[in-house]
C-alpha cells in the first residue's frame, strides 16, 4: 500500500498520560499535515511540516502536543497529560508540496479516547 | 474570520435521485476548494477547483466553483447506496498559509435502496 499510513489505529488512555502518534506520508511527498476531527465536524487544522521545518502550527495546539520530522519522511505527534477534550481523530495528510496546486491525501487516522 | 459553511448538514434520498450539495465560503486569499468524501475512515480526495479549473467532472460526479458569489456545489446524478458517505468541502488559503486546509462541517448523505 503506497498511500498514507498512520500507527496506531486506535488508542485508549487514562487522562494524564502522555500519548504519541506516528504518520507515514506517501513517499515522494514533502509536505505533511496534522489535522484533528471531532464527531459531527470538519477536520480541523493543527500543524504542517514542508520536509522537516514546521513552518505552521494552529492555536489549537497546545504547549502540550508537539509535533516532528526529523528528517524530513515520517511524523510524530506527541501529546502530553491527555485530557478527555483531547478525545478525537487525528488525522495526518500528504502532498507533494511542488508545482501549483496539490491535493491533500490522508491517511485512515487514530482514534484517541481520553477515559 | 475564515468561514466554510456546507448545507444541507444531512440529506436523505432513495437510489436513482439527483443530489446537490452546497459549500459557501468567506476565506481571504482564496486559492483553491477541494470536495472529500468520508466514509468510516479518512477523507479520500475527490476534486479540486480553482481559477483556472472551475468545473470538474468525474462519472456521476461534478462540481463546479463559482468564484464570484463565493460558493461551490457537488452534484451526483443516480445515487447508488455507495454514495452514502459525509461529503466534506475544504479551502486553502493562499500566501502565508498556504496548504492549510479550511473544513466546513460536512453533508451527511444518506441513500436508501
Known amino acids: 500500500d503506497t498511500g498514507v499510513s498512520q500507527d496506531p489505529r486506535h488508542k485508549i488512555t487514562k487522562r494524564g498520560q502522555n500519548v504519541t502518534f506516528r504518520c507515514d506520508p506517501i513517499s515522494e511527498h514533502n509536505r505533511l499535515y496534522w489535522y484533528r476531527q471531532t464527531l459531527g465536524q470538519g477536520p480541523e487544522f493543527l500543524t504542517y511540516?514542508?520536509?522537516?521545518?514546521?513552518?505552521?502550527k494552529s492555536r489549537l495546539l497546545s504547549d502540550r502536543f508537539s509535533a516532528e520530522r526529523p528528517k524530513g519522511s515520517f511524523s510524530t505527534l506527541e501529546i502530553q497529560r491527555t485530557e478527555q477534550g483531547d478525545s478525537a481523530m487525528y488525522l495526518c495528510a500528504s502532498s507533494l508540496g511542488q508545482g501549483t496546486y496539490n491535493e491533500q491525501f490522508f491517511g485512515p487516522g487514530t482514534r484517541l479516547t481520553v477515559l | 474570520e475564515d468561514k466554510v459553511v456546507q448545507s444541507p448538514l444531512s440529506l436523505v434520498v432513495h437510489e436513482g435521485d439527483t443530489v446537490t450539495l452546497n459549500c459557501s465560503y468567506e476565506?481571504?486569499?482564496?486559492?483553491?476548494l477541494l470536495w472529500y468524501k468520508q466514509e468510516k475512515k479518512a477523507p479520500t480526495f475527490l476534486f479540486m477547483l480553482?481559477?483556472?479549473?472551475i468545473e470538474k467532472k468525474s462519472g456521476r460526479l461534478s462540481s463546479i466553483l463559482d468564484k464570484k458569489e463565493l460558493f461551490s456545489i457537488l452534484n451526483i446524478t443516480a445515487t447508488q447506496t455507495g454514495d452514502s458517505a459525509v461529503y466534506l468541502c475544504a479551502v486553502e488559503r493562499g500566501g502565508s498559509t498556504l496548504g492549510r486546509l479550511y473544513f466546513g462541517r460536512g453533508t451527511q448523505l444518506t441513500v436508501w435502496p
Open positions: 511540516f514542508q520536509n522537516e521545518a514546521q513552518l505552521e
Open positions: 476565506v481571504t486569499n482564496f486559492r483553491s
Open positions: 480553482t481559477s483556472s479549473g
